[in-house]
């Protein structure tokens, strides 16, 4: 039995791969881009939130949403760690993101206008996350399974909060549930694509599939996605944004209208409303914490070199 035959029988067996273990060059490689883009876009995340700290419309608010922030940093850096044992250099794939040769959610490139976005975002966009990231605790490699325990914990919370947010305005003035109308109206399309495309136009799914490192299909999670949410939105009294969208009695599922994949595509490519806000935000993040970065190094290794002359 060869090596690449071993390490499928372990992969079909459900065990989890670890660090140490022998792996092929494509799997390690799969696993560096999703990971790093998935840490990419816990960061990136923040941005269009932290934008709301400042103005949130009350004291609990300001806590509740600082918190979840601060969440998201942290799950930044459990990918970004969970990267390294790959091999990978940190600051490689940050470089890599800033350079446009790395990717992050496409859902960030859209603008949070007002408070009931932030509601729509903790609601849609972290429900979206939930879903697939749900999936990603099964995931084949063991550093990043562990990873998403935590992560799915606090994404839970935060799905929760935002629905409450909504829940608020749907039951307050007409403005505001207009508000949270306008923002449904807004966030709901742009994450059913979070999924990605139909899986047929992806040359790397089959593989990653027989890799377990995806568990579903990308049209198998935004069902799940659809039919999760639909009564939620409902229950709020907000009207879906969907003439095609109606439910199908036989399967029990939703059946929806066509998604604007060239709008994606787009968005990707870097032409999105916030693409070049969100890049210069990280650049400018990166040059300057550069000297935080060199004197906690310096730091770290005067102690080593101190303990070890100990």
């Not at 060869?2 to 490689?29: C, L, N, S």
């Not at 091999?87 to 959610?105: C, F, L, N, P």
């Not at 198998?220 to 996605?225: G, M, T």
Request: hydrophobic share 35%.
């Amino acid at each position: 039995m060869t090596k690449e035959e071993e390490f499928q029988a372990k992969i079909d067996r459900d065990v989890k791969i670890e660090p140490k273990d022998w792996m092929p060059d494509a799997y390690r490689k799969t696993l560096i881009r999703q990971m790093s883009q998935h840490a990419h876009s816990e960061i990136v995340g923040m941005l269009p939130e932290g934008n709301w700290i400042t103005r949130a419309p009350s004291l609990r608010r300001k806590v509740s949403l600082l918190a979840k922030v601060q969440d998201e940093a942290g799950h930044g850096l459990y990918l970004y760690s969970a990267v390294e044992t790959l091999g990978a250099e940190r600051e490689k794939t940050i470089d890599d993101m800033i350079a446009g040769k790395a990717k992050y959610s496409s859902i960030f490139n859209y603008p949070t206008l007002s408070w009931a976005d932030i509601g729509a975002v903790g609601w849609l966009v972290d429900g979206a996350a939930i879903v697939n990231q749900v999936a990603l605790q099964r995931t084949s490699y063991g550093p990043y399974s562990r990873a998403m325990v935590k992560i799915c914990k606090e994404e839970s919370f935060h799905q929760r909060q935002g629905y409450e947010i909504m829940m608020e305005m749907c039951n307050g003035t007409k403005e505001q549930k207009a508000m949270a109308q306008d923002a449904f109206n807004r966030f709901w399309w742009p994450s059913l694509m979070m999924f990605g495309p139909a899986d047929a136009e992806s040359p790397n799914t089959a593989q990653s599939m027989a890799w377990r490192v995806k568990r579903f299909t990308n049209e198998d999670l935004r069902q799940q996605f659809i039919d999760m949410t639909i009564p939620q939105a409902e229950f709020l009294g907000l009207t879906v944004p969907d003439p095609d969208l109606k439910k199908n009695e036989e399967t029990g599922n939703y059946e929806y209208g066509e998604i604007d994949w060239e709008e994606f595509f787009n968005v990707i490519k870097g032409n999105g409303p916030c693409n070049k806000e969100r890049i210069a935000a990280r650049r400018n993040a990166r040059d300057n914490g550069q000297w935080v970065r060199e004197a906690a190094n310096a730091y770290a290794e005067k102690q080593r070199i101190k303990k070890k002359v100990a």
